[in-house]
């Protein structure tokens, strides 16, 4: 059994749901599973007192959550023997269109190169428009971001493109990732 951490930064909730389900997978494989927003984290997020980190963020107008920036630049950066993966969800990724990909990948590697932190595994998923739960301008804002991503305007219901089952395999392959190195110790 490991004791793994998970820690997210999310805007409307999004995130959450897949650090929960990561942390759900994990500990089906009976490992000692802490999932915790950053925002409420404080020591609680110390690596020092896990085997290994999962770090997830969602993008807001091209960039991270600023809390999760600063955390990886803080208490990630570097060489580390401790497994680590980051995971990231944006509109970016939730469309099959390899400009969007790139614009993805792109947003980890620049966090990444600032931090020069080097996770094990790096998760890209598609996020959601929660129009439902935007005030007016981020509505607005949203319609214009969501028309050149997804194309998903109709600001009367919300739109999710999440692949669970992605989020699922990702976990997995990280837990077993983690358990064989921590075999091998
Ligand atoms: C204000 C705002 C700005 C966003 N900007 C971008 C963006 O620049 N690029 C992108 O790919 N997705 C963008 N998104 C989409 C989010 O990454 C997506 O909605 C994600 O599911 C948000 O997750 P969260 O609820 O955990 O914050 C934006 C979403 C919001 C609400």
Known sequence: MARLLVVYGTGEGQTARVAAR???????????????????????????????????????????????????????SGASARPSAFFQLSLSS??????RRAEAARYVDD????ADWHPDRIGLFGGALRYSKYGFLKRLLMKRIA?????????????EYTDW?????????????????????
Not at 39 to 62: C, K, M, N, T, Y
Not at 94 to 99: G, L, P, R, T, Y
Not at 111 to 114: P, R
Request: hydrophobic share 40%; no cysteine; net charge negative.
């Open 22 to 76: 990561i942390g759900d997978v994990l500990a089906d494989r009976a490992h000692d599973v802490t999932v915790t927003d950053i925002e409420d984290a404080g020591s609680a997020a110390d690596p020092e007192e896990f085997d290994a980190v999962l770090v997830g963020s969602s993008i807001h107008v091209g960039a991270h959550h600023e809390a999760i920036r600063e955390y990886v630049e803080t208490s990630l």
């Open 94 to 99: 939730a469309v099959d269109d390899a400009e």
């Open 165 to 185: 089952d992605e989020v699922e395999a990702f976990a997995a392959d990280f837990a077993g990732f983690v358990e064989r190195r921590l075999d091998d110790e």
């Open 147 to 159: 028309k050149n991503a997804t194309g998903d305007i109709d600001t009367s219901r919300d739109h």
């Open 111 to 114: 966090l990444l190169e600032a």
